[in-house]
Nanobody, 116 residues
Framework: QVQLVESGGGLVQAGGSLRLSCAAS????????MGWYRQAPGKERELVAS???????NYADSVKGRFTISRDNAKNTVNLQMNSLKPEDTAVYYC??????????WGQGTQVTVSS
């Protein structure tokens, strides 16, 4: 079992920045795929960005050039730097870990609200 704890959400004006962090309860190994998803009211959960040693980074088209995902293996954390935020980025953001055996773990979510 892996626990994921997100932090860093909040309220920001359009054009502003936020940095989300996700701390895992165990060492992040090279075969783990870490990702950030988001879910806005009335919408399905969608992938925002993912990172893995094998496949590198991957971003949703809507956030390319604005968001950056990174991992700190020494601290067992994955971060999402969000710049040039837009009101449509408003959602609950979830951290995700998928192991090589396809076991999936989720954090509790952190709210990001972007005001216009």
């Amino acid at each position: 079992q892996v626990q994921l704890v997100e932090s860093g959400g909040g309220l920001v004006q359009a054009g502003g920045s936020l940095r989300l962090s996700c701390a895992a309860s165990r060492f992040i190994v090279s075969t783990d795929v870490m990702g950030w998803y988001r879910q806005a009211p009335g919408k399905e959960r969608e992938l925002v960005a993912s990172i893995s040693t094998i496949n590198g980074t991957n971003y949703a088209d809507s956030v390319k050039g604005r968001f950056t995902i990174s991992r700190d293996n020494a601290k067992n954390t994955v971060n999402l730097q969000m710049n040039s935020l837009k009101p449509e980025d408003t959602a609950v953001y979830y951290c995700n870990l998928e192991t090589w055996t396809r076991s999936t773990y989720w954090g509790q979510g952190t709210q990001v609200t972007v005001s216009s």
